[in-house]
Antibody, heavy 122, light 110 residues
Framework: QLQLQESGPGLVKPSETLSLTCTVS??????????WGWIRQPPGKGLEWIGS???????YYNPSLKSRVTISVDTSNNHFSLKLSSVTAADTGVYYC??????????????WGQGTLVTVSS | QSALTQPASVSGSPGQSITISCTGT?????????VSWYQQYPGKAPKLMIY???KRPSGVSNRFSGSKSGNTASLTISGLQADDEAHYYC??????????FGGGTKLTVL
């Protein structure tokens, strides 16, 4: 059974870079069938897609975050990472990673990691 | 790229049916058959309930169904049960390799 687990600092200072890792178990991140995505949720608010990437390095980013986001993959350790630079309080929230199936015939996010809360504060 | 529009809340009594709408534009919901729906309990991760507008993943109750008309997608839950009380989010492919979620709907089972 595929499982995803987010990890990283729970507190980041304003203007610094938020860095999170998503470790995939029960399956290979190098699967040719799936992308891997990051989604976030500010406290009490809705979900926002951050970006998705293929194991080969192809990445897609939310245009509103593109200038600050980098998603990368480490196939040897079966994990992928998120970096969000120049953070502000508006970047506070729960960050989820998820497997992203996106082909010409289907599109969905499943399963999701449990999420990790990141607070931006000095 | 604006968030898809969902009602903030809907409610229904046990056994009834409810429908949650998800309104976008011709550039997202109306332009592709790639709408998915997620159920989220407080403090938990979202769970896929419907994908590709109408398809149901293995293990999801057939009380959950999806549809689309023009720029509006809908999630219908029939035979409402107490444990259906949760937040529900829609998501759509929005073209140019981008995706957009709805603002979420809180379902209350009376």
């Amino acid at each position: 059974q595929l499982q995803l687990q987010e990890s990283g600092p729970g507190l980041v200072k304003p203007s610094e870079t938020l860095s999170l890792t998503c470790t995939v178990s029960g399956g290979s991140i190098s699967s040719i069938s799936y992308y891997w995505g990051w989604i976030r949720q500010p406290p009490g608010k809705g979900l926002e897609w951050i970006g998705s990437m293929f194991y080969s390095g192809t990445t897609y980013y939310n245009p509103s975050l593109k200038s600050r986001v980098t998603i990368s993959v480490d196939t040897s350790n079966n994990h992928f990472s998120l970096k969000l630079s120049s953070v502000t309080a508006a970047d506070t929230g729960v960050y989820y990673c998820a497997r992203h199936a996106t082909t010409v015939t289907t599109d969905w996010f499943d399963p999701w990691g449990q999420g990790t809360l990141v607070t931006v504060s000095s | 790229q604006s968030a898809l529009t969902q009602p903030a809340s809907v409610s229904g009594s046990p056994g009834q049916s409810i429908t949650i709408s998800c309104t976008g534009t011709g550039s997202d919901v109306g332009g592709y058959n790639y709408v998915s729906w997620y159920q989220q309990y407080p403090g938990k991760a979202p769970k896929l309930m419907i994908y590709d507008v109408t398809k149901r993943p293995s293990g999801v109750s057939n009380r959950f169904s999806g549809s689309k008309s023009g720029n509006t997608a809908s999630l219908t839950i029939s035979g409402l049960q107490a444990d259906d009380e949760a937040h529900y989010y829609c998501c759509s492919y929005a073209g140019s390799n981008t995706w957009v979620f709805g603002g979420g709907t809180k379902l209350t089972v009376l």
